[in-house]
């Protein structure tokens, strides 16, 4: 079993482009959550998405952001027209149901130059 | 009140200590937590589930306190390779998704 599979490990993106970041979750869980790192703090909850579903949103940054977990495929989530700010480790987590088994991927760092 | 909330250390103690950190949380209908290990510029790994009972594993024990909204966890007989930050964590909107303390910093030396 792979666990959660999370690419690019590493991503530099200048202001302005746009940064795609995948993530496959283990296999049999059909439950992927998206968190990010800031330097210095904690984990903060972005997104919950079941296959072809959004189901929780409520951590996402209103623009720019955005999730998908298509049938098939991994789930992406991208990032339009980047801003230093949005530098951090983003992790993406799988369940096969609720928060009791979350195994988390080892996260894509972005740096925006 | 922030919700979850941890003293971020860092708590430096020697190889074989005991050594015990403390979180609250502001949500009282909370059932379940849990602890989480992370190592530096690493992923997140469960360390242990928090309910009623409490819990232990080997030299882990967690420890739950509703009536004053606080978790704990204790470490006994310190090792080296349990140098890393410990993370307190809570359900968020409808338990599947977790809101995560900014975490406990354990430096164990030799």
């Known amino acids: 079993n792979a666990g959660v599979m999370q690419n690019p490990r590493h991503l530099v993106r200048r202001r302005g482009q746009e940064a795609r970041l995948r993530c496959s979750p283990m296999?049999?869980?059909?439950?992927v959550y998206w968190y990010r790192q800031l330097p210095e703090e904690g984990l903060k909850f972005m997104v919950y998405?079941?296959?072809?579903?959004?189901?929780?949103e409520s951590g996402m940054p209103k623009e720019r952001f955005s999730a998908e977990f298509p049938k098939e495929g991994p789930s992406i989530l991208r990032i339009q027209q980047v801003v230093r700010g949005d530098s951090a480790a983003y992790f993406c987590a799988s369940s096969e149901q609720g928060a009791d088994g979350y195994t988390f991927g080892s996260g894509t760092r972005l740096t925006v130059v | 009140r922030k919700e979850v909330e941890q003293d971020p250390g860092p708590f430096n103690v020697p190889e074989g200590a005991t050594v015990a950190f403390n979180c609250t949380y502001s949500?009282?209908?909370?059932?379940?937590f849990f602890w989480y290990r992370q190592d530096c510029r690493k992923e997140p790994k469960l360390l242990m589930s928090?309910?009623?009972s409490g819990n232990e594993d080997g030299r882990f024990t967690a420890q739950l306190n509703r009536a004053s909204q606080y978790i704990s966890l204790l470490i006994r007989d310190s090792k080296l390779s349990d140098s890393a930050t410990y993370l307190c964590?809570?359900?968020?909107?409808?338990?599947?998704?977790?809101?995560f303390g900014k975490g406990t910093m354990l430096l164990v030396s030799p």
């Open positions: 928090v309910y009623s």
């Open positions: 998405l079941q296959k072809e579903n959004i189901i929780d």
């Open positions: 964590v809570a359900p968020h909107s409808g338990y599947s998704t977790l809101t």
């Open positions: 296999k049999g869980h059909s439950h």
């Open positions: 949500n009282s209908a909370s059932q379940s």
